[in-house]
């Protein structure tokens, strides 16, 4: 098992940027693929984005170009750097890693993210 924690939400204007970071609990170095969430209010959760283990990165086309993925693995950390934030961004975000062989993904509590128009 691993315990993932969101952090670096928080309120910002339209064209602004927030990075998140998702910590995870102990060592990500295995292959594995970790992935960025959003749940809007009174709307489905989302998928924004994820990054394999090798640093591969894929993004749901309304984020691409303006979201980038990382990884630092020495510091079993994810991140979600947002550019040029839209209120359409206005969610809460979750990171989610899923190891190979293994059916379930494993979740952060999510951090709040708002964009004001």
């Known amino acids: 098992q691993v315990q993932l924690v969101e952090s670096g939400g928080g309120l910002v204007q339209t064209g602004g940027s927030l990075r998140l970071s998702c910590a995870a609990s102990?060592?990500?170095?295995?292959?594995?693929?970790v992935y960025w969430y959003r749940q809007a209010p009174g709307k489905q959760r989302e998928p924004v984005g994820g990054i394999t283990s090798d640093g591969v990165t894929n993004y749901t086309p309304s984020v691409k170009g303006r979201f980038t993925i990382s990884r630092d693995n020495d510091k079993n950390t994810v991140y979600l750097q947002m550019n040029s934030l839209k209120p359409e961004d206005t969610a809460v975000y979750y990171c989610a890693i899923k190891f190979p062989l293994q059916s379930e993904q494993y979740w952060g509590q999510g951090t709040q993210v708002t964009v004001s128009s």
């Open positions: 102990r060592s990500i170095v295995s292959p594995n693929t």
